[in-house]
């Protein structure tokens, strides 16, 4: 009888992958249809076959943080998180509606969203100071419901310290915009980054790694760092409207108080929502944003 090994997956291809095993060992995997593909974050069971790794088990997700393709399918990025780290920066500017988009998505998995401000170091540049106020205003309304911010520069004060003291010995990924500067912060937080990164690509047999793959980095003082890549808009799929209304907390508290359970808050009468939006209690930028993100995605 084959023994069996266990193991995390570090990065996942079409047909193959990269593992983490027991001892900190890195091996590429192969995987089998019938088994399936697994992504970043996984635990998985393996047997050494000949001079192959392959994939045996894919073992059940604690959670999935998923994203819409293309074609508006929803897609898996990673799996077994603690949290989510979303990262924004006055250059470039978010764009419209992505940060409300993320927060639907992390609060379906039940998990921590923490919400970061990064490149700090641009505020204070004339072309950049409206984008930057725009942002902080945004990112204070947010710290108000109840959601953790925090700012970050790889250039500068106050450095990265403030992220990596919520990043201890927990799993994270850090999604957000091309170009918010995610590779920056990652390069900032894990010193033997590039050693981390040649065990992955002489794993997978190619003679650089590829930057486009969810990749998970072990943290110096323990704990997980998954990096995804940037895009330029973040999609979500068709779901429940009560779910999108979920990733907006303040409106799902005003919804509790509307005539019928089923109140989309769009057009229906003695709604809470509209009423708190006409008294100037909440504000039309965020109402304006759920409207959007049902009007899109509400099944």
Known sequence: MMLSLPGRIVSSYSSHGVVELEHGDIERVQYRRSVGR?????????????QTLVLTRILPRLNAFDRADQHGRRRTVAANLDQVIIVA????EPSPDIIDRYLVAVHSLAIKPVLLINKADLTGQDQHRQTSRRLKRQMAYLSNLGYPVITTSTKGEPGVGPLAEHLR?????????????????????????????????????????????TTGFQLPGGGTLIDSP?????????MPVSEL?????????????????????????SCKVR???????LPERRYSAYCRTVLQYGG
Not at 38 to 45: A, I, L, R, Y
Not at 89 to 92: E, G, L, M
Not at 248 to 254: G, V
């Open 38 to 50: 697994p992504v970043c974050g996984d635990q998985v069971t393996l047997q050494r076959r000949s």
């Open 89 to 92: 920066a006055p250059y470039p």
């Open 169 to 213: 010995h927990v799993c994270s990924i850090l999604v957000g915009q091309s170009g918010v500067g995610k590779s920056s912060l990652v390069n900032a937080l894990i010193p033997d980054k590039n050693l981390q990164t040649r065990a992955v690509s002489a794993a997978t047999g190619k003679g650089t790694h590829t930057t486009t793959s």
């Open 230 to 238: 940037g895009v330029w808009e973040y999609g979500l799929w068709p």
């Open 245 to 269: 209304q979920a990733g907006f907390k303040d409106i799902a508290e005003l919804a509790e108080a509307c005539q019928f359970n089923d109140c989309r808050h769009l057009k229906e009468p």
């Open 275 to 281: 009423a708190a939006v006409d008294a100037g209690t």
